[in-house]
């Protein structure tokens, strides 16, 4: 079993709607959780990061954690076409020097 | 601030054969990581390096090797490749490595092994 799961998609939405991806992971250690976003040919670009439960809000994004569920969430509300890539979870836990990311969920917004 | 480079952006290679890739982060960042990206498998941690030090490793096998220079370039090696070494190889640079640190990933050298 992977560490970190994440639903490959691809996940097609009308322009407009609300986005929600998702990522569960096993180890309870992880304290520190991201997100990141890859346009294709390019590398990943960091959009949120978080180390406690609740949410986060930035703009169109908002970050949430649940640790007691072991589950990661990021929605995008009024979803734009400019926002299709593929969107990657990642942790890391304190006193290491490593990401563990998810597989990414490729995500196309319909104009 | 120029981005994180990498070099070169593609490389045609055949089984056997072995590949450098070079990675120059960010101005000022001293830890570079470098992650193996496939459809699969997604990002994969091979390892990360400080102020010339391997700190950490990913499971991979001793084929994968990398070191880091006194201007904190890096570069990654991977000897006796095989068709599975395909793959989009990534390198994020960050001040000091530590787990809350924003990582800025390069662009990527894409790896194809014939």
């Known amino acids: 079993q992977k560490e970190v799961e994440q639903d490959p998609g691809p996940l097609s939405v009308p322009e407009g709607a609300i986005v929600s991806l998702n990522c569960t992971y096993s180890?309870?250690?992880?304290?520190?959780f991201m997100w990141y976003r890859q346009y294709s040919r390019k590398g990943p670009e960091l959009l949120m990061y978080?180390?406690?439960?609740g949410n986060k809000e930035d703009g169109r994004f908002t970050a949430q954690v649940d640790k007691s569920s072991k589950y990661i969430s990021l929605f995008i509300r009024d979803s734009q076409p400019s926002d299709s890539a593929t969107y990657l979870c990642?942790?890391?836990?304190?006193?290491?020097?490593?990401?563990?990311f998810g597989t990414g969920t490729r995500l196309k917004v319909l104009a | 601030k120029a981005g994180v480079t990498q070099t070169p952006r593609y490389l045609i290679k055949t089984r056997g054969q072995q590949v450098t890739l070079s990675c120059s982060p960010i101005?000022?960042?001293?830890?570079v990581s470098w992650y193996q990206q496939t459809p699969g498998q997604g990002l994969q941690f091979l390892f990360e390096?400080?102020?010339?030090?391997?700190?950490n490793k990913g499971n991979f096998p001793g084929r994968f090797s990398g070191r880091q220079f006194s201007n904190s370039r890096s570069e990654m090696n991977v000897s006796t490749l095989e068709l599975g070494d395909s793959a989009l190889y990534l390198c994020?640079?960050?001040?000091?490595?530590?787990?809350?640190?924003?990582?800025?990933f390069g662009p990527g050298t894409r790896l194809l092994v014939l």
């Open positions: 390096y400080f102020s010339e030090t391997q700190r």
């Open positions: 978080t180390y406690s439960s």
């Open positions: 180890n309870s250690a992880f304290q520190y």
């Open positions: 994020a640079s960050s001040t000091q490595g530590g787990a809350l640190e924003t990582q800025y």
């Open positions: 101005s000022g960042h001293r830890s």
């Open positions: 990642a942790m890391s836990r304190p006193g290491t020097y490593k990401y563990i």
